[in-house]
């Protein structure tokens, strides 16, 4: 669980949450993308376009090229008797890779977007569908998502509790903004909230999910707006 503070402009919290997400499209894990802010939808048509692997290939030759040359200059700039001593390494070894790169000029291609499964969850969409539900002196708007990310767990074969249909792939999930306003939360804008502790039995619950889950999740909260 990546618990992420945005800062009032929303710059890089939102750019770690869309490479989060990217990544995941690229590694073929389905997605639940959860938000009272903007459309699912739109979030995922601004996720930055992966590099492909060839150009990646360039740019680590390039680098290496670079690398033997500035060694040679540095060989002959030290004195002799130290050349033949060996090497300390100060950097990764040549050709190892963790994650991918992403160009944050381009957008991500809609057919890589079609390859995988995604979910979505828009609370304005999900509070007019249905009826208004208040468990447990929690939220509403938190009570819903909650649901839904338990429904996709146990239906889409994530769940670890069942070994016999545990499937090998990960669902990563996405919440936007958690905490402001939008959802309902009156932490934001209150000094005596009427469910004081929505947030905190949310990420409660949803800690117990995830543990028991092929999941990971990221979520993004407006803290300067919380009192």
């Not at 990646?56 to 130290?82: C, H, N, P, T, V």
């Not at 509070?127 to 998502?145: D, F, G, I, V």
Request: with cysteine; proline share 5%; aromatic share 10%.
């Amino acid at each position: 669980l990546v618990f992420t503070e945005e800062d009032k402009y929303g710059l890089y919290s939102n750019l770690l949450f869309k490479y989060f997400l990217a990544e995941g499209v690229v590694c073929g894990h389905d997605l639940f993308v959860a938000s009272a802010k903007e459309l699912p939808d739109n979030i995922l048509k601004e996720l930055p376009a992966p590099l492909l692997d060839d150009t990646y290939g360039k740019e680590l030759g390039d680098e290496a090229a670079a690398s033997k040359s500035e060694d040679f200059q540095d060989s002959m700039k030290i004195a002799w008797r130290y050349q033949n001593l060996p090497k300390m390494e100060t950097s990764p070894a040549a050709f190892t890779k963790f994650g991918h790169y992403y160009d944050v000029s381009k957008k991500m291609s809609p057919e890589l977007l079609q390859s995988i499964k995604c979910h979505s969850f828009y609370l304005h969409e999900e509070l007019s569908s249905q009826p208004k539900m208040k468990p447990c002196n929690m939220n509403s708007a938190y009570a819903r998502l909650l649901q839904s990310i338990q429904k996709i767990i146990s239906q889409g074969g994530f769940d670890g509790s069942y070994p016999e249909r545990k499937r090998k792939n990960v669902l990563r999930i996405g919440i936007q903004s958690l905490g402001s306003p939008l959802w309902g939360d009156d932490v934001c804008c209150s000094d005596t909230p009427e469910d004081t502790h929505s947030l905190t039995k949310f990420l409660y619950v949803l800690r117990g999910l995830l543990r028991k889950s092929l999941s990971a999740c990221i979520i993004t909260v407006p803290a300067h707006l919380i009192q």
